[in-house]
């Protein structure tokens, strides 16, 4: 189970940079875009990370705990990730994803009138999950470099 530790840091680590990306990169080109062209693509990709997302996180939630499990060395470290990433699905299902449900439905006609103040609260939580999602990165690494 060797490959165990390595497969989980990547796993999680291409997670991290993906919604590290969609902050600091993505949506702040959407949100240049011209017209209503920001929320068609912002309906776009709640839609298409939707999908894919709940697969990604609790892959890595288990792929962490697992390596919790073969590292007793760095067995605390690595239940703690756990934890953390547990509480970062817990703040997606519980704000997140309610958010995004309602944005991916969105076209020009069918947008509320604050559309764009519930994707700057969705913006907002997504940095808090962006934080917990790197301290879990980080304690994973150090379980896997103990």
Sequence with gaps: MQWLPIVAVVVLGLMVGVEVSVSFVINPIVDRLPENAGLLARADGGRMLGRAMPFWYFGSLLLTAGTALVLPAGGWAAWTAAAVLALSIILTVAVLVPINNR??????????????????????????RIVLLVVALTLLAVAVAA
């Design 103 to 128: 944005g991916k439905t969105w076209t020009p006609e069918t947008a509320p009138a604050d559309w764009r103040e519930q994707m700057a609260r969705w913006d907002r939580y997504h940095l808090v």
